[in-house]
């Protein structure tokens, strides 16, 4: 290689080599053109982040105050749903006492007295009713008296009423006077009336009260020997031990030796009116022994419901209240009006085979009779639920059976 080729060469490499400082010093700038970019966008990032954290913080305060507001609003408007007569009565109130306040402190200052004291007195007066009134109500609520409390704030009252009327009559019509006047009155007037008297007895409560006063009345009047001995159990007992009406029963049995309401006469006209009942039962051939065999028929072979023939063997009726087509009673009814009933059915019933149920039926009958004598057609119709003619059929097939025919 000649030397011209390796300057050549030399020259070359001196070229690259530049070219690479320059591409590294290139991307040096580059980089940290790159990373002052990135410090700056994080920046602004941050700073954005803080701004909108800050916006939600605001926003929230101001809904956690709006819902505070609205919730406060709510209350408020479901106290005056619920208790519609409080606002009302706190309003006529303000409304009343406002005035009277003013009138006073004109009163007062107008009879030369200093505004400043005026307007003390005046304070004093209504203030010291409303004082007692609330006290009166603490009073009511603590289950104590009230009576001098109501009394001094009503004579407090009436000392302010007079201040008024006798301030503004002398300088206004006599109307005038009065309406300043009862100004002083109707509030506390108002406020009393709600706190006092609606808490009395309801129209119901009342009612029951009346009513038993007019018992207790009747009691001591017409039973004067039970009336002593019940109030000397009230008294002897320790008070509230025992109820009224217990004192009473035990009085009552104490004197007339029965449960309330009864006594001998009563007792004698029961048992009278018993053995004369029984007197006609037996002379009707109704004696106790059939009366019980009918009570156990009855829970033996409870009426079935089927058939032309209900409980007790009583022939089934229809809507109408004629008895149904097909039954003796009806063709009797037919045969009346000059129709002839068909005999196919009063046939039919009479060749009816015995079923095996209603021998059993009829056996289990003649063992609680106890004697067959007994065992006539309508028991066994009662007990079967059938028609007369084959209730004898089952009758004379059980005698039959055990040899009384």
Known sequence: MTWAEDRRADRAADAE??????????????????????????????????????????????????????????????????????????YVMVAAVVPAVFSQVAALNHAGVWMLLALLLASMLEGGAWALTFMGKEAEDAGRPTGRFRVAAWGTAFVAAGIQVWHWAAIAPLWVAATFGLSSLFALYLWDLKTHGSNGL??????????????????????????????????????????????????????????????????GHRQSAVTEVG???????????????????????????????GPAGTPLRGPSGKPPKGSPEAATTLGGKGKQAPRASSEKGAERPLEEADLKRVRTLADALGDLDKLSVRKVRETVGCRSEYAMRLRDAVKKERGAL
């Open 279 to 309: 007197q006609v039962l037996e002379a009707a051939g109704v004696t106790p022994e059939s009366r019980a065999v009918d009570a156990l028929l009855t829970d033996l072979f409870p009426a079935r419901g089927k058939g032309d023939e």
């Open 202 to 267: 309801t129209k119901a409560e009342r009612k029951e009260r009346k009513e038993r006063a007019k018992q207790e009345k009747k009691r001591r009047q017409r039973f004067p020997d039970v009336w002593e001995r019940y109030e000397d159990i009230l008294i002897a007992h320790p008070y509230g031990t025992i109820k009224p009406e217990d004192a009473w029963a035990e009085a009552w049995t104490d004197r007339r030796g029965a449960p309330v309401s009864q006594d001998k006469d009563v007792l």
């Open 17 to 90: 080599q530049r070219r690479l400082d320059e591409d590294a010093r290139y991307q040096r700038a580059q980089d940290a053109l790159n990373r002052k970019e990135e410090r700056r966008r994080l920046k602004q990032d941050a700073k954005e982040e803080r701004k909108r954290k800050k916006e939600a913080a605001r926003r929230s305060r101001k809904g956690q105050k709006r819902n505070a507001r609205r919730t406060r609003w709510a209350k408020v408007g479901r106290r005056l749903n619920n208790n519609p007569v409080t606002v009302f009565v706190g």
